[in-house]
């Protein structure tokens, strides 16, 4: 008699994973998911014993009792149960709360993990079960005691103290808080100084090039006005002024592939070379890590884990990637020794691997058909890195040539990419190699002056944090770790503390207040140094270096003294407004309501109830404008009002209401259809973009802003394209090169 087949209860956080491990692991197995966490600590009371050495108390989250029970069904049900949550610290954590869940013997509970979801990793880690690791069990849980005692007792100072009663504060969310209004300071503190430059456009033949002025009288350019550049430039004028070649310098510079993908640095490459915020990036990933159906193979798992600080590979992966590169690409594009990488710092949890894809074979156009764009995107940004980091280096011939002219000196450069190397894959730095602008020059050629060119500049600010810069910033001070730099931005975003202006984090009113008053009364909470350091004792619970509950109390009694002081000292403090109380003569002032929305209230609350809107970006809403547009429903006048989200029309039918928002025109006629204007419009990720008002009639778009000018070449319209690198009017005609710098507004 054939003996019965063991039944096998895979518990998965997330149900994506489901089908992708269930082929891979066949019949017998029973895959069911927790949902993330199933307990978390009581609401409303801390949730921990002070007195009795921080131990926590338990529960099950009041929308998770039914998949409790169904896991419970289950389980007493299977011959053994697998615990395969995430790789990482929130993972064994919640492995170990499902555990205290599921009443069935110590003996049929086990822990796995794997990196990725593929057939080798995944029966690997069930050949290879274990117990849970407690000790990263009690890293996380004294991370989460942390978290609830900062917010629990400073988030009812401040309701106390800035009469709002929908603030919070966050121990590692306030510090990123601190980054973003130090440098909103350092920006409004920044005094602009002026400088200029000089360039010399030069002639060799028929041949032109730009030279910039380097030196003068052997000294490094700084000119700080425009008297200083006016007196170089009359004597470059001169008209025996001569501008010879004096040297012509080559050298060969190998430019080497950085790492493959850690959470840090993907977050902020999909940032600025795709457009996506963190969240989102860590969104896609995660159906990418989880599976995706490729047609006739099912779900397949198409990344490791998203999760990660570790710029490892494994052997294995090397060598695919090894085999892949020789095979398309050629020996010379793989180094006699293969590429390993660093780790950047010693809290690196070096378990885990780098973000690569699960197979290399999978190229990103071979699965395209199978994956939406931005999932394709997203891929293809993380296959081309990986497969990059294993190529051979690039060669570049950089030319230098020095230009005399009298007490001047010039010089022009031209870099040459003459071996492509990884950059055949991949990119770095975005760019692409421009031809040649310097003619084949020897030394003694002597050049022909065009024109002197000085140009007027002033110092910059420092830029306003983006959320790609931040998740940098956050690393660099070694605040936070990869699971946690998604929900510390969008945290902060949630509370009103910051808002977005053109893709940058800027403070509102309420969070430089906020900020403001923890910086004065939570210096440690607030400090950097103090912030890094408790990640590095986390760490160090997690290797059993320290004992959890020995760095809690070291934590606490400090802490709760800063909090009696804070609680003594802080001074009430009112976010005033400019606006004064229609009803009573008293200023309004910024509160938040229940939903996180601000909106301005009397400072003479309660005695005096008034209370008005707020924009989105904390201004005031702009009360009702009349205008001269009719209803295209009942034919009423309609109303221009301010919302949240901005201006829109309003019909003043009581009986209609009907709405529409403004749109905002470019005043540039539709060049496709010859009859519609172009009009600024926002795809449902919020990007702007320009279309056609015929629209559906007319499917004209741009992703680039049009302007009143004709191309001088074809005749179509001209756009602005604008980079980081450069500020350009194109055609819109693709076919047509025309392109032109665009003026300095």
Not at 46 to 51: A, E, I, M, R, S
Not at 73 to 101: C, F, M, N, T, Y
Not at 201 to 216: H, P
Not at 608 to 637: F, H, I, Q, R, Y
Request: a positive charge.
């Amino acid at each position: 008699m054939a003996k019965k087949k063991e039944q096998v209860l895979v518990i998965v956080e997330s149900p994506a994973k489901s089908k992708t491990i269930k082929k891979i692991l066949g019949s017998s197995y029973e895959i069911e998911a927790s949902y993330g966490h199933i307990r978390d600590f009581p609401s409303k009371v801390l949730g921990f014993d002070v007195q009795n050495d921080f131990m926590p108390t338990f529960e099950v989250i009041p929308e998770k009792k039914a998949v409790v029970k169904k896991l419970n069904d289950l389980a007493k049900k299977a011959d053994k149960v697998l615990l395969a949550s995430d790789p990482d610290r929130e993972g064994e954590a919640i492995a170990w709360h499902v555990r205290q869940v599921i009443n069935v013997p110590d003996d049929k509970v086990f822990r796995i993990e794997f990196n990725e979801i593929t057939p080798k990793a995944v029966t690997y880690a069930v050949e290879h079960s274990r117990q849970i690791d407690m000790q990263r069990v009690r890293a996380q849980q004294t991370r989460q005691i942390l978290d609830r005692l900062v917010g629990y007792k400073i988030s009812p100072v401040l309701w106390e103290k800035m009469r709002n009663y929908h603030l919070s504060a966050g121990r590692v969310q306030s510090v990123a808080l601190r980054m973003i209004c130090e440098r909103e300071d350092e920006i409004n503190a920044f005094t602009p100084v002026e400088y200029w430059t000089i360039d010399a456009e030069l002639l060799k033949g028929k041949s032109k090039f730009i030279a910039e002025l380097s030196k003068y009288k052997n000294e490094k350019i700084d000119i700080k006005n425009e008297a200083e550049a006016q007196k170089i430039v009359e004597y470059l004028n001169d008209k025996n002024r001569t501008f010879n070649v004096s040297k012509v310098s080559t050298r060969n510079t190998q430019r080497k592939p950085s790492a493959p993908f850690i959470t840090s640095t993907l977050q902020r490459e999909a940032s600025t070379k795709l457009g996506y915020g963190v969240s989102k990036t860590m969104q896609i990933a995660q159906k990418l890590y989880e599976g995706i159906d490729i047609g006739k193979e099912g779900s397949v798992g198409l990344i490791t884990y998203m999760r990660t600080d570790s710029v490892r590979i494994s052997d294995d992966a090397q060598s695919a990637a090894k085999d892949y590169i020789l095979s398309q690409y050629g020996e010379e594009y793989y180094p006699k020794t293969a590429n390993n990488y660093e780790k950047k710092s010693k809290n690196v949890q070096d378990a885990h691997e780098a973000i690569r894809p699960s197979y290399v074979e999978k190229t990103p156009d071979s699965i395209k058909e199978y994956l939406t764009n931005e999932q394709y995107r997203l891929y293809k940004l993380i296959w081309s890195k990986f497969v990059a980091s294993q190529m051979e280096n690039a060669t570049v011939k950089n030319t230098t040539v020095d230009i005399e002219a009298g007490d001047c000196l010039f010089k022009a450069g031209v870099s040459k990419i003459t071996f492509d190397g990884y950059l055949k894959v991949y990119n770095d730095d975005d760019e692409k190699e421009e031809s040649s602008k310097i003619p084949d020059l020897k030394e003694g050629d002597e050049l022909k002056l065009k024109e002197i060119m000085p140009k007027q500049h002033f110092t910059s600010p420092p830029p306003r944090y983006t959320e790609a810069s931040l998740v940098k910033a956050l690393e660099e001070h070694g605040i936070g770790r990869p699971s946690t730099y998604a929900p510390i931005i969008s945290k902060i975003q949630q509370r009103n503390y910051v808002e977005k202006i053109d893709k940058a984090l800027a403070p509102t009113i309420l969070g430089t207040t906020v900020c403001r008053q923890l910086v004065d009364h939570f210096k440690d909470i607030m400090n950097y140094k103090f912030t890094a350091k408790m990640e590095t004792k986390l760490d160090d619970i997690a290797e059993d270096k320290l004992v959890w509950n020995e760095v809690l109390r070291e934590f606490y009694a400090p802490f709760i003294d800063t909090v009696t002081n804070a609680k003594k000292n802080m001074q009430r403090v009112q976010i005033e407004s400019d606006t004064i109380c229609p009803n009573c003569g008293n200023k309004m002032v910024v509160r938040t309501s229940r939903y996180g929305t601000q909106f301005l209230g009397c400072s003479n609350y309660p005695e005096c109830k008034t209370m008005m809107p707020l924009n989105k970006d904390g201004t005031k809403v702009e009360p009702a404008k009349e205008t001269e547009e009719k209803c295209e429903k009942c034919g009423s006048n309609m109303i221009q009002k301010s919302g949240p989200y901005g201006p829109y029309l309003e019909c003043t039918n009581d009986g209609c209401k009907n709405r529409k928002r403004i749109i905002k025109s470019t005043g540039v006629k539709c060049p496709k259809c010859a009859e519609g204007e172009i009009v600024f419009k926002k795809s449902k990720y919020g990007k702007v973009f320009f279309a056609c008002n015929k629209y559906p009639e007319c499917d004209f778009v741009s992703w680039y802003e049009p302007i009143n000018e004709k191309c001088p070449e074809c005749g179509n319209i001209l756009v602005k394209k604008i980079t980081k690198k450069s500020k350009k009017l194109e055609c819109i005609n693709k076919t047509c090169s025309f392109s032109k710098e665009m003026e300095e507004e």
